[in-house]
């Protein structure tokens, strides 16, 4: 039996960079982590020690540093884009490059002046929580492919929610129930209809939905809720073309109040982890 | 050698909650987890096998539950109070409970009605992030002690920093910067210096002196900030008698671009996890 | 624009379960999660908030604890098999049925007994570490697929390992060595060139592979030694037929005591998690 | 009201080294991770930002590697003792030094060679799992403490543990049992009776103690089984003076199989991380 070397890929993950953007005395930053990989003729590579054609994963992170330097990183698709080129134009052995870009969010923190207004501060920021926007920039020789994405929305609503009706078997044993918590942490993936995006904007646009559709409707499950939240942002949301959802069911299961002899309407609830219930489309 | 058993406590940690206000239709929830630590006559627990002094930590469990239900929570601090009074006054072989208590943030969905008038939504709400509201009660027969807290308060700032002027030894290595990027999170715990606080309200103005005084300050070093925002937190708010400060330096390294004869003027940074310096006072 | 649901899929993950095996004195205990994810007719669940063909993630739950109750549980793999074949069997609206199941490693506390010697006890365990066992089983109305992992298997070289000659441009910073530290978290793969396997016994063979070749190879590149390590299991073990392999570059980074007129012969080094090198094929 | 500066620290944490012993052929590697703390006469560095006292966190972490290079680490504990003294000794304005360290265990890959006989190799290493060592050591002007320790030591008996005839009362609901997986993550900590301790022989012995005591002792609740290994430990190893022991009581909680018409004659668990019982001696 002879082996043979199917797909290969390597790369870089986890550079961190913080760029500080002072063109103004109002800094801009952008906290994000980079992960590349990258196929090609790298056969040689694995079969015969022979690194020649390997670019090193330390030069790919210099590299990320280098190009943020002179880089406006107005948004991290086009940082991506433009990083993804640079490695498929300098490099003739390298096909395809996959960037990967996760982007910590960061507030202004705001201060009173001296007359008692209320202003956002020109460099002191304050951390957004774990909400995250991605990018995923996908080149080859021939096609581009570039994914937005929002991560680690985290949202819980306390009514308004059910689950009914659903079908049964031998090991059924949940209640059925027209009033639950329904708790969430948001996965968001999408692609666009065309070229040159305002990608900031589409963002946002994507993210209001999101929390518009959770907050107003009455959800019959997780399902529902699901896809109306997508149907809703391919119609808003022109420039989307395609969007993937994944909304992880976070339990908060009432706790057995009447064991005491007290009655829980929907009041107390224990928090929990593991399980959960995995939906996506 | 005979062994002596000193100083033994147990409890339960970790017991996570759910409570949903339903008194009016506009929902308040507050999440929050409970750790309880008991000390007493349990000798003949771990010397002799005999159970009987030994109240479940199961049961410390259940009781959290319970007494949540019927209690307000307007605070962390007052139901800890409560909660740590009731297991003294209900097992005469408890001298002392410890009850610590951490409260994640939730804020309200903010959705626009048909006027286009942006509103807080009445049961939808929306992650506050990592930063947590801290209470840990100490109850014996004799005495209760307080403390309030905010921990994994994130926060940055991109100029305003500097570090100069230190002790220099044959492994100094470190250079002299009057402009760094300056990022810790934050960790707080304050006592009071009276009884019947508004424990939600010190805790706000705590937490815009910890903002404003980082903001303002041209820091000289992080023990100069740590000591100035304490310094300005007891003058501000009287209500608070003490005032511990840890601020783990989180560094934000430049990155060597001159290598590549580029220039690096403060504007790209390697975030790092570790090491990192921890001050405290 | 009409929203079209193109592939939906839903299901339980983090289900937690511990079987101890009590048919003789000498208990055998399997502690493993359990991921479930269905795809089937859901699209009136999502559309129409019409749950009938819902089974509930609770269901799913129940349904592993109760199958694991009569189950030998051999292997992880043939447990997975036949939770499968139950949902598809007692489900007409499922099509496919993807189970993932982990394994944490328990091993045997060794005792002395009266005469000195030292034996293995028969129901007390002690950790196995990080490492784990891994299992995803893909199962349709037509086809079934297995595919057995190693995960976490962290491993270290303090020498035999360099990387050299590889390709150089404006960027690269990188030293060449012929002596460098070589650690990875090894995440293997393989799927099977037929049914009736002993997945207990290929999965030693596996181990034993990966361990024996990256401690004897000296070590040109990453890649290199993966290629060595895939050849070396599809040469030894003839069940397996194809093998994927994951191996991100763990950097131990040497610390320069140059700089205060010391050696550092590859004695001292500096670990780091992020960036890290990932290479897979 | 002025405010005062009470007690203040600083320190560098996280500090992770890798010393290859290279003297032999047979490489012996030490991973671990160092955390700093300094008090002392720091005044001015706070409340008047003069840095001229203040030894840089970045300077601490440099001392480590220099004095790791010329070490020979025999164990984490004479490595701690010299590096604090270092600092005491060459900083006047310092009086007090915490260490903290924390080793990761490696352990040696087994192969087998031509002949069929198995043995260690010789540089090749393989995770020793999430145990580790511990040590602390806290050295003033006149004074020296030295505490050694184990950490996240996890095991987990299936039978040979019950709980039973404890202290009931309106919110109990835990079931008496005599029967129950008794499973804990052991952390231990002990001190020492005189000086030139041989600490390594010292952990293993308090190791054995624990697991034996552990599989053998037909427990009768936590702190039973916690005291018996605390006493056994001062009986067998008279160089230590006092243990501290933490053992939280990890649930694994028996699923109802009964409201499917099963019986779970103790097979069949859900491990759960949160709430955990928390007993400490």
């Not at 001296?114 to 991605?134: A, I, L, P, Q, Y």
């Not at 908060?252 to 009447?258: G, R």
Request: glycine share 4%.
């Amino acid at each position: 039996m002879t082996a043979i070397l199917s797909k290969n890929s390597y790369g870089k993950s986890a550079i961190r960079v913080l760029k500080v953007n002072k063109s103004s005395p109002i800094h801009k930053i952008k906290e994000f982590t980079v992960n590349i990989c990258l196929e090609g003729d790298f056969e040689t590579v694995h079969t015969k020690g022979d690194n020649r054609k390997c670019l090193p994963t330390d030069t790919m992170k210099n590299t990320v540093y280098a190009i943020a330097k002179d880089h406006s990183i107005n948004s991290i698709e086009e940082f991506g884009i433009d990083l993804a080129k640079y490695f498929l134009t300098s490099n003739e052995q390298i096909s395809k490059v996959k960037i990967e870009i996760e982007e910590k969010l960061w507030n202004r923190i705001m201060i009173n002046d001296e007359s008692g207004e209320t202003s956002e501060h020109d460099h002191s920021f304050v951390s957004g929580g774990n909400e995250k926007k991605t990018a995923e920039i996908i080149i080859t020789r021939n096609e581009v492919f570039i994914n937005s994405g929002i991560k680690d929305l985290l949202i819980l609503k306390s009514t308004g929610s059910g689950f009914e009706n659903y079908f049964k078997d031998k090991y059924t044993s949940l209640k059925e129930t027209n009033d639950r918590v329904f708790s969430t942490s948001v996965k968001a993936v999408w692609s666009f209809a065309s070229r040159d995006v305002d990608y900031i904007s589409v963002h946002k646009n994507v993210r209001k939905s999101i929390l518009e559709i959770f907050a107003r409707q009455h959800s019959l499950s997780v399902q529902q809720t699901l896809y109306d939240i997508g149907k809703n942002i391919l119609e808003i949301c022109e420039e989307v073309s395609e969007i993937s959802l994944t909304m992880p069911n976070k339990h908060y299961l009432p706790f057995n109040l009447e064991q005491f002899g007290m009655e829980n309407n929907n009041e107390i609830f224990i928090p929990t982890d593991e399980p959960f219930g995995l939906i996506e489309a």
